[in-house]
């Protein structure tokens, strides 16, 4: 009898699953084990019953989904009507604006909840001004107020770039058909582009409420008093860090679920109301000349500016006068940057090694497992493609936990080093990678690589030769939105990272803590400038569309 070695297409499926299976699968089961595992030993749901008999750990878990709930309404009735202004009309500086959204998704959470300190905080610039020109104390930011405010202007981008995709795919003979037939606009828009738009809305609802409950870098600054369950499962796990580890875990698993409940409920969901239509040409913009052109270019300029206040009172903060906590406005000074030090500069190096290192490996690996599963199907590919899926439902907080309680002893004892910070970066990124992959592979028709392979050339050479320079531009673009996104990861870090391994997000983190807001200012500026310049050189030099946005 002879053995036949499985081909290389089934060697490199079954390793992208032990790449899932081990930094994915692996953490997950080892923190629901631990949430079902008494301190001597034996299988038992103490742990649960604890935290819903806890009135503080229950009080957590309920103000998480009311802030998934807030932040999911604020982001949709922004990103909704945003989206249909840009899709539906043109008027003065409409390509601006149009893009001026997307920078919200780049912009770190802990930069945008530092600057709103600086203009509303208990120091703010604007509560300084009423104080002193009118004697009135503004209400504190610190809490719902400011947690609320923060979340839903850094969560309406997906809200609207995912409904402005959907108008633009609408095809304008159905609403002129309805048109014809007598509608009037109001009903047309709510019986026929209403129901069309309805699952890319559901879509977007469902992964802001995700990202908002899964948040961590908010709810630590903005609202320290008020019970998270994110936050409350970082600090659970400070305090057993040195015993056992089961409240972090019925915590973490607790989040998991959330996630894991959103993302088959949008499935679900999307499913059931998905809508056919021949391909068509989306509706001709109307043109607003004039008095209406100048007015909704002001009222969507206002409220885009104020998402982006947070990039200007950085800047400014990092140019200002302090002493201590102390800013003094007006007075511009260097002093801010002195304070980065060989310690800044460290951190810096070890973001940029980091994300470096994650972005390539996530790029490489999306699009190997983006081609094994649209290329190369079978049910090992079925079992791929779900896994791919589940980091979306992790948070960073859950993911860093998971991670130190799997790897932190034993044979491959990764815990302290910088292996972990990058492995963590890379499972947190790589389905944008893989998203982005599949959707330049599903363009590549399957004549090419046969055609190749009937050449003689071998079916993997085949693939590398025929694929790799046809998907080149999307793994590049999936490379720089990896990489400027993992330079602004916090809650995975905050719980990974050990002394000599701080990135730069860990340095503001601590500014901040201290109140030391001119320091992080120049920390932050400093990043946001690693951010943004290769979004530059890729969209000025390589004419790269970065966020997909142009219209196809």
Not at 84 to 100: G, H, I, T, W
Not at 503 to 511: F, K, N
């Amino acid at each position: 009898m002879i053995l036949r070695l499985p081909s290389v297409w089934t060697g490199l499926k079954l390793a992208c699953l032990a790449v899932f299976v081990a930094f994915v699968l692996a953490p997950l089961l080892t923190l629901f084990i631990h949430s079902v595992i008494a301190p001597g030993g034996g299988l038992t749901l103490s742990g649960y019953a604890q935290f819903f008999s806890t009135p503080r750990h229950v009080e957590s878990l309920t103000n998480s989904l009311l802030l998934g709930v807030i932040t999911t309404v604020g982001a949709l009735a922004i990103g909704l009507p945003l989206a249909f202004a840009v899709a539906r009309y043109d008027f003065p500086f409409k390509s601006l604006l149009a893009v001026l959204p997307l920078v919200t998704f780049v912009v770190p959470d802990i930069i945008v909840t530092q600057a709103w300190l600086m203009v509303l905080g208990n120091n703010g610039i604007v509560t300084n001004i009423i104080w002193q020109q009118f004697g009135v104390t503004l209400p504190s930011i610190y809490g719902w107020t400011g947690l609320t405010l923060v979340m839903v202007l850094q969560h309406y981008g997906y809200a609207y770039l995912i409904v402005l995709a959907a108008f633009r795919g609408i095809d304008a003979a159905l609403e002129d058909a309805g048109c014809t037939l007598g509608s009037s606009p109001v009903r047309l828009y709510r019986t026929v582009t209403l129901r069309l738009l309805m699952p890319p809305i559901l879509t977007a609802a469902l992964i802001v409420f995700t990202l908002a409950v899964d948040n961590f870098g908010v709810p630590v600054i903005m609202a320290p008093r008020t019970p998270i369950l994110s936050v409350t499962a970082y600090n659970t796990f400070l305090s057993e860090f040195a015993g056992g580890a089961m409240m972090q875990s019925v915590m973490s698993v607790l989040l998991v679920l959330i996630a894991a409940t959103m993302l088959l409920l949008q499935k679900a969901v999307v499913k059931g109301r998905n809508y056919q239509m021949e391909s068509g040409k989306a509706a001709a913009p109307r043109r607003l000349a004039g008095r209406s052109g100048l007015l909704l270019c002001l009222a969507l300029a206002g409220v885009i500016g104020l998402s982006l206040l947070p990039l200007a009172v950085v800047f400014l903060g990092a140019f200002t006068k302090s002493i201590g906590p102390v800013l003094h406005w007006g007075q511009l000074s260097l002093g801010n940057f002195a304070s980065l030090g060989v310690r800044g500069m460290g951190a810096l190096y070890n973001s940029f090694f980091l994300a470096t290192v994650a972005s390539l490996f996530g790029v490489a690996f999306g699009a190997l497992v983006s081609y094994l599963v649209i290329k190369r199907p079978s049910i090992l590919t079925y079992l791929l493609d779900y896994l791919s899926l589940l980091p979306l439902a992790v948070a960073g907080t859950v993911l860093g936990i998971g991670l130190i309680n799997t790897y932190h002893s034993g044979w491959i004892a990764l815990t302290g080093t910088w292996l972990i910070m990058a492995i963590a970066y890379f499972v947190r990124r790589v389905p944008y990678a893989i998203n982005t992959s599949s959707s330049a592979i599903y363009s590549v028709r399957d004549s090419l690589e046969e055609a190749s392979i009937s050449l003689g050339v071998p079916p993997l050479r085949s693939a590398f030769k025929v694929m790799l320079p046809l998907i080149r531009p999307a793994m590049v673009s999936s490379a720089i939105f990896m990489w400027v996104t993992t330079l602004s990861e916090l809650s995975a870090t905050l719980v990974l990272y050990t002394p000599g391994l701080e990135t730069m997000p860990i340095q503001i983190y601590r500014q901040i803590d201290g109140g030391y807001m001119g320091a992080a200012s120049a920390y932050s500026l400093i990043l946001i400038l690693s951010i943004f310049a290769p979004l530059i050189v890729a969209v000025r030099l390589f004419k790269i569309d970065v966020f997909g946005t142009q219209r196809r």
